[in-house]
């Protein structure tokens, strides 16, 4: 029988919403058992963005599979005894709440350590220690705060946010590397150690290229980008590559919202590429047929391009330039993605079965590890391993169980 990576790992995943879920269901699909603690209400997702009556929102379930499911008040003091108990028994703990709020349960980490010297505990957080640690953060406030808005978006518009959710999710990623290397150094010192993350420094070090282009300007404006006008700051440049090989989004036909194909120019693609545009005698003009004389017209370049483009569909421009090795790729819609075979076919897009929903899609595990196979289960109904793990686990007997329920404890 196959074991799982993270198989005999005991996440005590006390996270909410969307950075800390998405972090703890990546354990979860590489094999960790992940005990989601919930307040008796239960996660606030559970009810937001619901396209179902009286079923668990696809917020929830899209973040939260593969993991049992447990109800705790921590706020009583025999929930603060289970949870003591849960903490002793977990080897990563894992909270997103506000700052300081762990703090006020009772569990410093001086406490949480001395419950468990060997837990790794987790804290993803909007900011770092400094004038910004009691904000709220939000995923657009992260992208806000982290570079990521002032560099996004067309020169002569507003900042914009990016679809991906680099603020959350990419936390969320970054987390769980953390947690990993922790777990690591656990084998050879014995001991569990802090991790903190950052939403605002998630969304900065996936941000990086801004930066190096922040430094690049002062020593003059940057020739790969499509603006006329530099400032002191890296400017919003469209659909620009940003990198060392310029790339464009050309529209295609019949000219929806979503007919484009984005297209790098290599130097090795530039012959091939006058041929198809029905352009040849560009590839032997020295205005045209290096990278450097091509840099100043990149606007022009891509207008050439987009004229071939635009009398073909975006399937057939992909066929001639992939043929052709010209590096390209369609914009798929929120619709083509979520109805793509290959996706399908490599477990990206799943469908999953639901005691409430009935059948959804969901987005499968990114992280594939030959002997670490993973199967998307449905997320956990509220409470539903509490008779499990409180009295099958933890040794509770079935009438104390009842007077917490009552009482309002779990």
């Avoid at 430094?215 to 990198?243: C, I, K, M, T, W």
């Amino acid at each position: 029988m196959t074991t799982k990576a993270l198989e005999g790992i005991r996440v005590l995943d006390m996270t909410h919403v969307q950075s800390g879920p998405s972090a703890t269901q990546l354990m979860a699909w590489l094999g960790a058992d992940v005990v989601k603690l919930e307040a008796p209400g239960g996660d606030i997702t559970r009810t937001q963005l619901r396209d179902i009556p009286d079923a668990d929102s696809l917020y929830f379930t899209m973040l939260n599979s593969n993991k049992r499911s447990i109800t705790l008040n921590t706020k009583t003091e025999r929930g603060k005894q289970i949870l003591t108990e849960l903490i002793r028994r977990s080897d990563v703990m894992v909270e997103n709440f506000g700052p300081g709020a762990v703090d006020r349960m009772g569990f410093t980490w001086d406490r949480i350590r001395e419950i468990n010297p060997r837990i790794v505990y987790a804290s993803i957080k909007g900011f770092g220690e400094g004038p910004y640690t009691a904000f709220k953060a939000y995923e657009v406030v992260a992208q806000a705060m982290g570079g990521s808005m002032a560099t996004t978006g067309f020169e002569d518009g507003p900042p914009m946010a990016t679809g991906a959710q680099i603020g959350d999710s990419g936390t969320g990623i970054h987390a769980v590397a953390a947690v990993l290397a922790a777990l690591l150094q656990r084998t050879r010192t014995g001991r569990g150690q802090r991790v903190n993350v950052a939403m605002q420094h998630a969304v900065l070090n996936l941000c990086r290229v801004k930066l190096r282009d922040q430094q690049r300007l002062a020593h003059g404006p940057l020739a790969e980008y499509p603006n006329e006008d530099f400032g002191d700051e890296v400017p919003r440049s469209g659909n620009a590559s940003g990198g060392g090989q310029p790339g464009w989004a050309v529209r295609c036909a019949p000219g929806g919202p979503n007919d484009y194909v984005y297209v790098i120019v290599q130097p090795a693609g530039w012959q091939p590429l006058t041929r198809l545009i029905a352009r040849p005698e560009l590839a032997d003009d020295p205005e045209w047929s290096t990278p450097q004389a091509r840099l100043p017209k990149l606007a022009k370049m891509f207008q050439l391009i987009e004229e071939w483009t635009s009398t073909l569909s975006k399937w057939q421009v992909l066929e001639r330039l992939n043929a052709q090795n010209i590096p390209c790729g369609p914009i798929l819609s929120t619709r083509e993605i979520i109805e793509d075979s290959s996706l399908a076919a490599n477990d990206m897009v799943v469908e999953v079965e639901h005691p409430e929903r009935g059948s959804y899609v969901t987005v499968g595990n990114p992280l594939k590890l030959s002997d670490s196979p993973v199967e998307i289960t449905a997320s956990p109904l509220l409470g539903e391993h509490n008779e499990e793990i409180y009295i099958g686990e933890l040794g509770l007997g079935d009438e104390e169980l009842r007077l917490l329920k009552s009482a309002g404890v779990i």
